[in-house]
């Protein structure tokens, strides 16, 4: 499949979910930015008797469960908690169900977006015993984060509540690392001070789409081949990788959803500051 895209970027940040395989087209997860603001478990709500509720194939993976809840109205109605509770900047309100309007999530756009601490923690998503899942927007300029919290009860993945919250100061290395991207994908001079030279580069090979070429770039050819970085706002999927806090390396990961799209960007901080180390392109 041909490129639909020259390249994008994405961050979003965890702090606990879960592991797992990968399906078809899977949606991958990053790890969350601020700790999970809770709701009380919320039982599955009452049917209408003309409506037969039952888990469906895609319930075994989130992955395949929330682009079918994204995209399908009815699927979405019977699969949300009612009155739905919204928790806002600590003022608690309750969506009722005539006044719900269809979210489609990431599913319009051409990609999703992922963020880990280290490479191994990659493998875990797709996990099929997973029973809680957050969805999030991450507004960089607002310092805000909007999470989606879904529960699997008797089988079935439900929306049971929503937050949005003000991303606390005190989270020095993530916000750290928030203020670096923020500033390192508007910032072309800025950008080039904080790539790293030579730059690691992993592409499919030219002469053979199975076969993996590794090689290096400098600051120039990286401005030859990078790509387009999203900026505001990113989303987010935790299924529980872990994330440490004071991790000094960021893995952000941008799939695209269709297309064949993937990218990922190694960053790590030295000497007090962040810099990109590693590029990967291995779409098709």
Same mark, same amino acid.
């Given at each position: 499949?041909?490129?639909?895209?020259?390249?994008?970027?994405?961050?979003?940040?965890?702090?606990?979910?879960?592991?797992?395989?990968?399906?078809? /087209?899977?949606?991958?997860?990053?790890?969350?930015?601020?700790?999970?603001?809770?709701?009380?478990?919320?039982?599955?709500?009452?049917?209408?008797?003309?409506?037969?509720?039952?888990?469906?194939?895609?319930?075994?993976?989130?992955?395949?469960?929330?682009?079918?809840?994204?995209? $399908?109205?009815?699927? !979405?109605? !019977?699969?949300?908690?009612?009155?739905?509770?919204?928790?806002?900047?600590?003022?608690?309100?309750?969506?009722?169900?005539?006044?719900? !309007?269809?979210?489609?999530?990431?599913?319009?756009?051409?990609?999703?977006?992922?963020?880990?601490?280290?490479?191994? /923690?990659?493998?875990?998503?797709?996990?099929?015993?997973?029973?809680?899942?957050?969805?999030?927007?991450?507004?960089?300029?607002?310092?805000?984060?909007?999470?989606?919290?879904?529960?699997?009860?008797?089988?079935?993945?439900?929306?049971?509540?929503?937050?949005?919250?003000?991303?606390?100061?005190?989270?020095?290395?993530?916000?750290?690392?928030?203020?670096?991207?923020?500033?390192?994908?508007?910032?072309?001079?800025?950008?080039?001070?904080?790539?790293?030279?030579?730059?690691?580069?992993?592409?499919?090979?030219?002469?053979?789409?199975?076969?993996?070429?590794?090689?290096?770039? /400098?600051?120039?050819?990286? @401005?030859?081949?990078?790509?387009?970085?999203?900026? $505001?706002?990113?989303?987010?999927?935790? @299924?529980?990788?872990?994330?440490?806090?004071?991790?000094?390396?960021?893995?952000?990961?941008?799939?695209?959803?269709?297309?064949?799209?993937?990218?990922?960007? @190694?960053?790590?901080?030295?000497?007090?500051?962040?810099?990109?180390?590693?590029?990967?392109?291995?779409?098709?």
């Amino acid at each position: 499949m041909k490129k639909l895209l020259t390249g994008c970027l994405a961050l979003v940040l965890c702090t606990s979910c879960g592991n797992g395989k990968n399906g078809t /087209d899977p949606f991958d997860a990053l790890t969350r930015m601020v700790d999970s603001v809770g709701f009380p478990s919320t039982s599955v709500p009452a049917i209408d008797s003309a409506v037969v509720l039952k888990p469906l194939e895609a319930d075994e993976l989130f992955d395949d469960f929330i682009f079918n809840y994204a995209l $399908d109205r009815t699927l !979405q109605m !019977q699969r949300t908690v009612f009155p739905l509770p919204y928790d806002c900047n600590g003022t608690l309100k309750r969506i009722e169900k005539d006044a719900w !309007q269809h979210d489609n999530l990431f599913a319009e756009q051409n990609f999703y977006t992922l963020m880990f601490d280290r490479e191994r /923690d990659m493998d875990v998503v797709g996990d099929t015993a997973l029973t809680s899942v957050q969805v999030e927007w991450l507004y960089l300029q607002q310092r805000e984060v909007q999470r989606y919290y879904f529960q699997r009860k008797r089988g079935m993945w439900m929306l049971d509540s929503i937050s949005r919250h003000k991303i606390p100061e005190e989270e020095n290395m993530r916000s750290g690392f928030i203020s670096f991207y923020a500033r390192f994908v508007t910032d072309s001079l800025y950008q080039r001070q904080h790539i790293h030279s030579p730059l690691m580069f992993v592409t499919l090979d030219p002469d053979d789409e199975f076969s993996i070429l590794e090689t290096t770039l /400098d600051v120039d050819q990286w @401005y030859a081949f990078r790509p387009i970085m999203p900026i $505001d706002p990113l989303s987010n999927i935790c @299924y529980g990788q872990p994330n440490n806090p004071n991790s000094s390396t960021k893995i952000l990961k941008v799939n695209g959803i269709g297309n064949g799209y993937s990218n990922i960007f @190694y960053f790590r901080k030295r000497h007090g500051e962040w810099e990109l180390y590693k590029y990967e392109d291995t779409s098709i």
